[in-house]
Nanobody, 115 residues
Framework: QVQLVESGGGLVQAGGSLSLSCAAS????????MGWYRRAPGKQRESVAI???????NYADSVKGRFTVSRDNIKNTVYLQMSDLSPEDTAVYYC?????????WGQGTQVTVSS
């Protein structure tokens, strides 16, 4: 069992920046893929940014150039640096980790971008 605990999030004005972090309860070296999903009001959960154990990244088209995902395998933590935020980025952001074939999720953290 792996626990993922998010921190960060909150309220920010459009054009602003915000950072999220997610600490895993196990060594990050066990976790193949880590990253972030989000669920906006009335929408399905979508992948935002994923980073592999080796550091390869994949971003949703809507966040490319604005969001940066990174991970620290010593601190067992994955980060999401968000900039140039827009109201369309308002959502609950969930940390994600994959160990083998099993997916784990954080409890979610709210990000609200005001116009």
């Amino acid at each position: 069992q792996v626990q993922l605990v998010e921190s960060g999030g909150g309220l920010v004005q459009a054009g602003g920046s915000l950072s999220l972090s997610c600490a895993a309860s196990t060594t990050a070296l066990r976790i193949n893929n880590m990253g972030w999903y989000r669920r906006a009001p009335g929408k399905q959960r979508e992948s935002v940014a994923i980073i592999t154990r080796g550091g390869n990244t994949n971003y949703a088209d809507s966040v490319k150039g604005r969001f940066t995902v990174s991970r620290d395998n010593i601190k067992n933590t994955v980060y999401l640096q968000m900039s140039d935020l827009s109201p369309e980025d308002t959502a609950v952001y969930y940390c994600y980790g994959q160990v083998g074939a099993t997916s784990y999720w954080g409890q979610g953290t709210q990000v609200t971008v005001s116009s």
